[in-house]
């Protein structure tokens, strides 16, 4: 079966910090894989998606990067973060063709102090 | 153009009572339509999907959803709450690609 891990689960990092949080996917080949973020009251948005090794599509500007090194493990980064980079992320995974179930990591609570 | 509504931000119920959350979409395409539950600090999690099969969808914890086309809505229903099912809900809708619609979410109370 598939399971989706993603790490750290919280962090508090001071702002002009930088920030990595990974993903990595289990038991499936060539996965979409996707980061959201989750800021209160906002819903869902979608930062950055992923079809395959070093391919990376934005969805908005902001002061995050994605990268995705192997096929099933994605990082979300920032060089310096700022105050409104402060949310909840989630990761998640889909097949590769249709309008497929997307499976979520249990998330990584970001502070920025 | 696809769009999510849920009608309700906050639905508050006894234990043992039925559950109605309520979402009602647009969209140009067929859509792939889904019910998402998130606990505090968890991610979400599926309860069911629609995939233009039975339009009657069974979930699990109980859970089941009807697509009503006419109506444009899929809404979420059970017919009687637990505490446990005290958490957000998520309307989504997914017309294959990468385009996928959240809803705002509604919250459950449930009430002992």
Same mark, same amino acid.
């Given at each position: 079966?598939?399971?989706?891990?993603q790490?750290?689960?919280?962090l508090?990092q001071?702002v002009g910090s930088p920030l990595s949080l990974e993903c990595?996917?289990?038991?499936?080949?060539?996965?979409?894989l996707y980061w959201y973020r989750q800021a209160?009251?906002?819903?869902l948005q979608l930062l950055f998606y992923s079809?395959?090794?070093?391919?990376i599509s934005s969805e908005v500007p902001q002061n995050l990067s994605a990268s995705r090194?192997?096929?099933?493990?994605f990082i979300l980064s920032s060089k310096k973060l700022l105050l409104s980079d402060s949310g909840f992320y989630l990761c998640?995974?889909?097949?590769?063709?249709?309008?497929?179930?997307?499976?979520?990591?249990?998330?990584s609570?970001l502070?920025v102090? | 153009?696809?769009?999510?509504?849920?009608?309700?931000?906050?639905? *508050?119920?006894?234990?043992?009572?039925?559950?109605?959350?309520?979402?009602?979409? *647009?969209?140009?395409?067929?859509?792939?339509?889904?019910?998402?539950?998130?606990?505090?600090?968890?991610?979400?999690?599926?309860?069911?999907?629609?995939?233009?099969?039975?339009?009657?969808?069974?979930?699990?914890?109980?859970?089941?959803?009807?697509?009503?086309? *006419?109506?444009? *809505?899929?809404?979420?229903?059970?017919?009687?709450?637990?505490?446990?099912?005290?958490?957000?809900?998520?309307?989504?809708?997914?017309?294959?690609?990468?385009?996928?619609?959240?809803?705002?979410?509604?919250?459950?109370?449930?009430?002992?």
């Open positions: 079966s598939q399971t989706i891990h790490w750290p689960a919280t508090v001071p990595t996917v289990e038991g499936t080949s060539n996965p979409n209160a009251g906002r819903g079809v395959g090794i070093g391919q090194p192997q096929d099933r493990q998640a995974w889909s097949v590769r063709s249709g309008a497929n179930v997307l499976t979520f990591g249990a998330g609570r502070t102090l | 153009a696809q769009s999510v509504t849920q009608l309700d931000s906050h639905v *508050s119920v006894s234990e043992g009572t039925p559950v109605l959350l309520r979402c009602n979409y *647009s969209s140009s395409y067929s859509p792939s339509l889904f019910w998402y539950v998130q606990h505090p600090n968890k991610g979400l999690q599926l309860l069911l999907k629609y995939t233009s099969a039975a339009t009657l969808v069974k979930g699990i914890n109980g859970f089941e959803a009807e697509f009503k086309k *006419s109506e444009t *809505s899929f809404h979420l229903t059970k017919p009687s709450a637990h505490m446990s099912d005290a958490a957000e809900y998520f309307c989504v809708v997914r017309t294959g690609g990468f385009k996928t619609i959240f809803g705002a979410g509604t919250r459950l109370f449930v009430k002992a």
